[in-house]
C-alpha cells in the first residue's frame, strides 16, 4: 500500500482526482466505481467541469459499489444513486447508458456482470472511522464474500443506521442494502481510499500499522497489489512520518 | 480467481510452465518467485530444458519467497535454496546473478529489495493440505505479516516440521525459518498456485468456496486481482463443475 | 525489437507457442489475430493439443488478418480463412463465436470492430522475403493504410500471385483481396514475428538493421514496442551476432 | 491515435497534465521523457505547484530527449537542459538524481541505457509546423533511427536553426545537436502530443489524415498503439469533426 499524505481535503481532494483522471485517459474502455458520501464531495466538485461535456472520456463507464432502498420507493434510485447523481452523473451529464446501476433487482448478478464488462479498473473508496468501505461494516459481510444483501438485523445496531440512511424517515426505513463484497473490490485493478479529518486517524494509523483483522474490514485492502491511501494532515496526525 | 482444471499432475506442471514462460518473454526486465519442494517437479523438469542457456531469458530474476538454516551451518545454502538449486538453478545454469537469495541474513530487507527492484511480476506457489503457502503455516504468521522469522516454539508441532525439513539430522534442526509473509506475495502482480492429488482435495475446495480465513492461510489469496490455481483432476475431486 | 535466435524450426515454432500461450492465460477476454501460410505450421501442430477443449481458454477470441476470395465462390470461406481452419480452428474445435472472420464483406469495418473488441492484444506474423506482411506486399499499401482492399492490378506481379494463392485455378483468380494495414497491425498492444530458412536471411538482416523503408513493408514494425522476431539459425545466417 | 480536441491552450495543457500525473502516479519507478520549447509552457506552469516537494512522486524519473551545445560552452547544460531546467527542474525543485541527462557525451549510450532504467513509460512531445519532433526534422533522421547526432550541415536551413536556438550569438552557434531518434520515441510505452494554435492546423491535418511519411516526422507515430494527439480548437480548425 502507498500512502500519499496531503497538506489538507483540498490536496487529498486533487489527488484523488489525478488518480481517476489518469485511469480514465485511455485508447479504450475502463470501468470505474466511485464513492458517495461526504468525503468525496471535494473530489467531484473538481471533476464535474473536466469531464462534464468531454467527449474524449465517452470510454468511460461508471458502477456504483452498494445501495440502499427507500422502503415503498423500490421502483426509484436509492440513497447511493440518488447521492451519486446529484454529486457527479447529474452535473457532469454522464450518459445513462454508461452508468451501470447496482441495485436489490440485479445484486446477485453484479459480479459476473462486472466480469463481462471487462472487469474493474478502479475503484475510489471512502473509510469509516469503524473501518467499513462500500457497505462492508464490521461483522456484516465476511473477507470471502462477493456481492451481497445484508439484512437490518445484521448487527445491533444496524437498524438505526439504516433509518439515517433515509433521513430518519421511520416508514421509509428500509429491511436491508446490497454491496460488492471485500472480495470483489480486492479484484479490482486498482484501489484508491480517501480519508480525511481528525476522526479519522484512528482507522488510519490501523491500515498503516498493517494488521488484516476481519472485524476492521478496510485492513484486507491494505496487501493489494495496487492500493493507495490518500489522507489529509489530520488523518494522518496518528501516523509517524 | 481462475480456477484451471487439469487431466493429471502432467498437465497441471505444462500450464504452470504456460504461465511461468509467458510472464517471462518480456522486452523487459521481469522478477519471478518459485517454489521448491515436491509438487512442482514436474514443472522444473519441463522448464530447464526450455530455459537453459537460452539468451532470450536472460532479463528474467528468480527469487526465493522462504529459507530453513541447516543449523550449524548457516554459511550454506538452507533447505529451500538447496532444493531449488538441485530442482533448478543449477541444471538450468541461471546466472549466480540473477538468483536473489533470501536467508537468515536479509529477510528483515527482503520487501524493500524487492520493491526496489520494480516488485515481483509472479509467484509460483504450493499450498498445503493445511492451507499453507511458502512458510505461513497456520497461526504462525498473520495475514498482514511481510517478511519474518517464524521461531519453532511457534506451533506444537513446529520443532517437527523443521526436524523434518532438514531430514530428521537432530544436530541441524534449526530454531527458526524465514518466510515472506501473506502481505509480501499479495503484493505480486501475478499469483500461480499449484496442487494436485487426492490430499489437496480438502484445500482446494475450501480455496474454491471462498471463505477468507486466517487460520487457512491460502484464503487470503484467493481475492487477489490475477490469481489463478491450477490443479488436478484428484485435486479437484471435491467441486462440483 | 527483441530478437531470439533459436536453433531450428522446431524452437522457433515453441518460442512462438509460449507467447501465445502466454497472452492467452489471462483473467479476461483476449483479442489474437494469427497467420495462416507455411511458416506456422509447427506452432499450429504443438498449439492444437494444448488448446483443443481446453475450458481455461474459453475467454481467446481469434481474428484474421487478411483475406482472398475465391472468385465466384464469395459465400464460404476465402484462401485465409480456409487455411486457418484446417491449420488450427477445426482441429482445435474453436467455437464459432469466438472466431471472427474479415472478408470482403466486412473490411471496411474492421479496424472500428477490433477497436469495439478492446483491440488486439497480440498478433503473430509471417514474413515474406521481400518484406511483405499480412497482405502488405511492397508497392500495395502504404504504411498509414488500415485495413484495404488490394485490386490485382495494384503491382505487375499481382494477377500471378492471386491465381498462385487459389491454386492455379483461372477460373477461381480474385480480382481483390482484403488486408489490415501497417496502422492497424502497429496498433496491436503485442507482435510477434516468425522467420525461418535460408531464403528469409536476408529479410531479417534488413529488420535487424533498423532500416524503416515503404517498400519493405514489415520494417515498419520495427519500432512497435513490443515487437519479438522469432527466427531459427538459417534465418539469422546473415546476423552478426 | 486518439485525438482530443480541446477549447483552448488552457484546456490542452491541463489534459497533457492529466495524461503526466495519471502515469507519475505508481507503485513502482516511471520514467518520464518531457519537451521543451513554448507549447509545454502552459503545462508547466500547472504542474510546478502539483509536484513541488511532492513526495509521493519521488519514484519518478526524468529525461530530456534532445539537446544543442552551446559551443564553446560544452561544459554546462546546453539549450534544452537550461529550458527545461528553467520551465519545470528548476521551479519544481526535481532532485538531481532524478533527471536523466542526454548530451553530447553520452548521446551513443541513451537508448540502451533507458532500456536498463526499464524503458521509458510516457513521452511528452511537441510537433513543429513541419512535422518534427524532438530533433527529428525533416531530411535529418531515418524513421529507423535512435539517438543520433545530426550534424549542422545536414540540410540547407540547419546551420540557421541552430544560430536561432542560442540566441543569435554567432560564437555560440553549435556545429551539431543530439536527438533521439524516430525509432527510440516510437519504443516509448505511452506517447502524448500537444499542438495549438492555427499554424500547427496543417500538420495536424496530416497526421489525422493518416498518411505515413519519412519527409514529415511526426507521422511515424500515429499507428503507435498508444498515441494521444491533443490539440486546441485552432490546430484542430482543418479537420471534420
Not at 483522471?21 to 467541469?49: C, D, F, W
Not at 433515509?166 to 416508514?171: A, I, L, Q, S
Not at 484486507?220 to 494522518?236: F, N, R, S
Request: charged residues 25%; contains cysteine; aromatic residues 8%.
Amino acid at each position: 500500500m502507498k500512502v500519499i499524505i496531503t497538506e489538507d481535503y483540498q490536496e487529498m481532494s486533487q489527488v484523488a482526482v489525478q488518480h481517476l483522471l489518469g485511469v480514465m485517459h485511455s485508447q479504450h474502455r475502463k470501468n470505474i466505481s466511485i464513492t458517495a458520501g461526504s468525503t468525496p464531495k471535494g473530489v467531484y466538485e473538481m471533476l464535474v467541469p473536466l469531464v462534464k461535456n468531454k467527449k474524449y472520456f465517452e470510454h468511460v463507464h461508471f458502477y456504483n459499489f452498494d445501495e440502499i432502498p427507500f422502503k415503498g420507493e423500490e421502483d426509484r434510485y436509492g440513497v447511493t444513486m440518488t447521492n451519486l447523481h446529484n454529486l457527479f452523473f447529474g452535473p457532469a451529464e454522464i450518459d445513462r447508458e454508461r452508468i451501470h446501476v447496482l441495485d436489490w433487482t440485479n445484486y446477485e448478478t453484479q459480479d459476473e456482470r462486472i466480469k463481462a464488462d471487462g472487469g474493474l479498473d478502479m475503484v475510489l473508496l471512502g473509510v469509516g472511522s469503524d473501518g467499513h468501505f462500500c457497505g462492508n461494516l464490521p461483522n456484516t459481510t465476511k473477507f470471502g464474500d462477493l456481492t451481497s444483501r445484508v439484512n437490518a438485523n445484521a448487527t445491533p445496531e444496524m437498524a438505526d443506521v439504516l433509518l439515517s440512511e433515509v433521513g430518519g424517515d421511520k416508514e421509509k426505513q428500509p429491511d436491508f442494502y446490497v454491496t460488492m463484497g471485500p472480495k470483489s473490490i480486492m479484484q479490482v485493478k486498482k484501489l484508491v481510499m480517501i480519508a480525511n479529518g481528525k476522526k479519522k486517524a484512528g482507522i488510519v494509523k490501523q491500515l498503516v500499522d498493517g494488521t488484516v483483522m476481519e472485524n476492521v474490514p478496510a485492513t484486507l485492502l491494505t496487501p493489494h497489489p495496487d492500493m493507495t491511501l490518500i489522507v489529509d494532515k489530520e488523518a494522518a496526525s496518528l501516523l509517524s512520518y
